[in-house]
């Protein structure tokens, strides 16, 4: 894969990494290592491409547990999305990045009740509830507020879909309530008179592959639909979960999206309800807008050769960007300080753990000459980097975040001094 692969606004200017015309060596240099540094023209593209492609009657609402930075998440709402929020500080990050609540949905396994209770306050368009005992909740906490709160439920289908990466639907599952048993809850929770039951919410997995996947995704949630549609209440929405896949190597392949629309809207031409009713179709993907907009940066600390393995050790690795060492396989790596180099060997490139699964990727084909202090880059990292990272192991300093932006480039997040965490820990006094 190619630099010019990922995005159109990656250039290579006399041996230099540019994000829309702006040089990453200029800004590294700045902020140091290890950062990320996101690319706002390349979000843009990525959400006008899928908004492009899709039918007027599905929003689109960004999975900020992708990349929850609230200048990523004020950038994609202002371009016209709304948010899909897991937790109450996804919530008071919307806030602080002036979403409107009623774009946005609020899922994910154990809310609590100040969860709730924020939820509700804030009125948002939907909670999506994981289990009857949670839509007890809601009402309880509603009911205190003395309103009513509007209600999808998380439905656990029986179908998975063909070629995700991880498939969160069908089996048993922590997630949603199984669709075998959901006439009956519908039945109890029509009895609760805090909350509305007003749609459904389906998450059958990550890292669809294919258009195939989309459709029949779409297509079993439809049938879900209709069904409660007609034996329980107007089904007013329809969120259909997350989950479009990206390449991550030239063997994965691109989720084709061109033509998606025609047979999307040929899809609702079989489901007269969701025009009747005005249902509103929410998707909600995360990694497919933002993962491809940043890349991870970390500086060779060491070059090392250990019984035929050649290595570069970096001062970031696992604790930042978690991915490669989670699931064995790379993501597009460059040294960016050897861009016009024509030799390559293979270098593990390890990070800065104590630990032996810490690597941003083995057998990377980097320049022969990669050395001390060369930048490394690993593409692909605008989503699931930051947000995965497990900052404290081994009390590094935490990665900065920077946005480029209209020809600038914004520190988003500084880089957060592992001394502030020490600085808060206490020691009893008779210790
Ligand atoms: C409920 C829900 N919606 C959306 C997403 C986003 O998925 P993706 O980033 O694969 O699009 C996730 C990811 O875990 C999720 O749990």
């Known amino acids: ?30 902020v140091g290592t290890p950062t990320f540094i996101y690319d706002a023209e390349t979000i843009k593209d990525r959400y ?8 007027k009657e599905i929003d689109i609402f960004f999975a900020m547990k992708a990349n929850p930075n609230i200048a990523i998440v004020k950038q994609l709402t202002s371009l016209g999305t709304g948010v899909e929020v897991a937790s109450e500080g ?50 309880r906490v509603a009911k205190s507020k003395n309103v009513i709160m509007d209600v999808e439920l998380r439905i656990n289908p029986e179908f998975e879909i063909d070629g995700v990466a991880v498939s969160l639907g069908g089996g048993s599952k922590k997630f949603g309530m199984d669709s075998e048993t959901i006439d009956g809850i519908i039945v109890e929770a029509k009895k ?66 061109e033509g998606l629309k025609e047979k999307i809207e040929a899809l609702f031409k079989k489901y007269p309800f969701v025009k009747e009713n005005k249902t509103r179709i929410i998707a909600e993907p995360g990694r497919y807008l933002v993962a491809q907009c940043g890349v991870y940066i970390t500086q060779v600390v060491d070059k090392k050769h250990s019984r035929g393995r050649d290595y570069l050790i970096v001062d970031g690795g696992a604790q930042h960007l978690l991915r490669p060492a989670l699931i064995g396989t790379s993501q597009p790596t460059f040294n960016l300080s050897k861009l016009n180099s024509t030799t390559n060997k293979k270098f593990d490139v390890g990070g800065s753990l104590c630990t032996s699964i810490d690597f941003l990727g083995k057998d990377l084909p980097l320049p022969t000459d990669s050395e001390q202090d060369d930048y490394i880059g690993v593409f692909c990292a605008g989503a699931y980097g930051y947000a995965e990272s497990m900052p404290f192991f081994l009390s590094h300093d935490i990665a900065s975040e920077v946005l480029v932006y209209s020809g600038k480039h914004h520190i988003i997040r500084p880089m957060i001094k592992i001394k502030q965490m020490v600085d808060i820990q206490s020691i009893p006094e008779d210790l």
């Open 90 to 139: 996804e919530l008071y990050a919307c806030q602080k990045a002036g979403v409107n609540p009623k774009n946005i949905v609020f899922g994910g396994p154990a809310k609590t009740d100040s969860d709730i209770s924020k939820a509700i306050d804030m009125g948002i368009y939907a909670i999506n509830a994981e289990s009857f005992g949670e839509i007890k909740r809601i009402d």
């Open 1 to 30: 894969m190619k630099i010019s692969d990922i995005s159109n606004n990656f250039t290579i200017e006399n041996g230099k990494l540019h994000f829309s015309g702006v040089e990453i060596d200029n800004i590294v240099q700045k």
């Open 192 to 257: 609760l008179k805090n909350i509305k039951l007003q749609g459904i919410h389906v998450f059958a997995g990550t890292g669809i592959q294919n258009n195939i996947g989309f459709l029949s995704n779409l297509e079993n949630c439809l049938k879900l639909a209709k069904d409660i549609n007609d034996k329980h209440f107007k089904v007013e929405s329809i969120d259909i979960g997350g989950g479009i896949g990206i390449p991550y190597g030239d063997d994965e392949p691109e989720f084709v999206i």
């Open 48 to 55: 006008r491409y899928l908004r492009d492609n899709l039918p």
